[in-house]
């Protein structure tokens, strides 16, 4: 038997079987495992042979497991960034990393994590918690946006925008002004509902120091959310919701000379969703099912279902509080609007 360490506790690594009919006993084995710990985020419950301390601590029914095993490197061919995407049956990928390691997400309810030897347990956990569990979160059938969310009343807003364009930055704004966070860098929905939902996440916001000093906090006393680069992890359990929420407005952050919110039209908003989901610029488009007909159908849902702005502004840190209450005056407009127009 092979002991993989991760922290201070051996976890049993076991084959891992192909065979969708030999699924079901392959989870009911991890669940039964002596070092399991259990977990809740966008709406499941996690039970992982390994710790994952960015996640809510929670018992229920077990809806998905993680365990180790062995995971051969698919016979693809690995990219020039050193990663390969392969699905050798419906509902079931098989993703590598050169440096990572080998994963097989099965069936939406069950990850195989094959880690390269040595790695460091950080980055293990931001490529289980990142793509690997939005590769799952897809075989459900959800949508997932590149978007951080934060709750305005009963509602959520959402932000979207490539890697540095201040997702995070705007949710911990609002996070400071009594907003509660929902979400942050992966926005998982559930567009089936007659208002589409978003599930909450974990309470932890992702944020470089330069943000953080300018929010009153103090990074260096922060841990690394990634050990290879400066950007810090920031506790958002205040408020931290444990149910979907239905989304009221989906704001797309762009630069421009002053702050203003414009609406979209709804060819620019479709287009926007598809340029803005999750994967679509980390070159996991095929895993991700990006540019199907299914990922098409969810992401025009969305856009004949909820308002999308563009939040247009300056990149600089000093224009945050205004642009917060823009954004809340923006939001109290629109119930204001809806509160004639249902009279």
């Not at 690594?13 to 009911?28: F, I, M, V, W």
């Not at 039970?47 to 929670?58: F, N, S």
Request: with cysteine; glycine share 8%; hydrophobic share 40%.
């Amino acid at each position: 038997m092979l002991v993989l360490r991760v922290g201070r506790r051996p976890l049993e690594r076991t084959p891992a079987n192909s065979s969708r009919g030999n699924s079901r006993s392959n989870r009911d084995s991890t669940s039964t495992m002596s070092n399991t710990f259990s977990y809740l985020a966008y709406g499941l419950s996690i039970r992982a042979a390994m710790p994952l301390p960015e996640l809510v601590v929670g018992e229920a029914e077990e809806d998905v497991s993680i365990r180790f095993g062995h995971v051969a490197q698919p016979p693809s061919e690995i990219s020039e960034n050193g990663w390969s995407h392969s699905s050798p049956a419906p509902k079931e990928d098989c993703l590598f990393w050169r440096g990572v390691g080998s994963f097989l997400v099965r069936e939406g309810r069950e990850i195989v994590v094959d880690p390269s030897p040595g790695l460091d347990e950080r980055m293990l956990r931001l490529f289980v918690l990142g793509p690997i569990l939005a590769v799952l979160l897809r075989q459900r059938g959800h949508l997932l946006l590149h978007a951080s969310a934060v709750a305005v009343a009963d509602e959520s807003i959402l932000f979207l925008g490539s890697s540095g364009w201040g997702k995070s930055t705007m949710a911990a704004a609002l996070h400071s002004r009594g907003h509660a966070l929902v979400t942050d860098d992966v926005a998982v929905l559930r567009v089936e509902e007659s208002c589409p939902m978003v599930f909450p996440g974990f309470p932890q916001l992702k944020l470089w120091p330069e943000a953080l000093v300018s929010l009153g906090d103090e990074p260096e006393k922060l841990p690394r959310w990634n050990p290879y680069f400066e950007k810090r992890a920031r506790s958002a359990s205040h408020k931290f919701p444990s149910t979907p929420l239905p989304i009221k407005r989906l704001y797309v952050l762009n630069e421009g000379d002053a702050p203003e919110i414009l609406p979209l039209r709804p060819q620019e908003a479709f287009m926007e969703l598809v340029r803005h989901t999750y994967g679509s610029d980390y070159g996991l488009q095929t895993a991700m099912g990006v540019g199907s007909t299914s990922h098409f159908l969810k992401c025009a849902t969305i856009t004949n279902k909820v308002a999308m702005c563009s939040l247009r502004r300056q990149k600089t840190l000093s224009q945050l509080p205004y642009l917060s209450r823009l954004v809340e005056k923006d939001l109290a407009q629109s119930s204001e609007q809806g509160i004639i127009d249902a009279g």
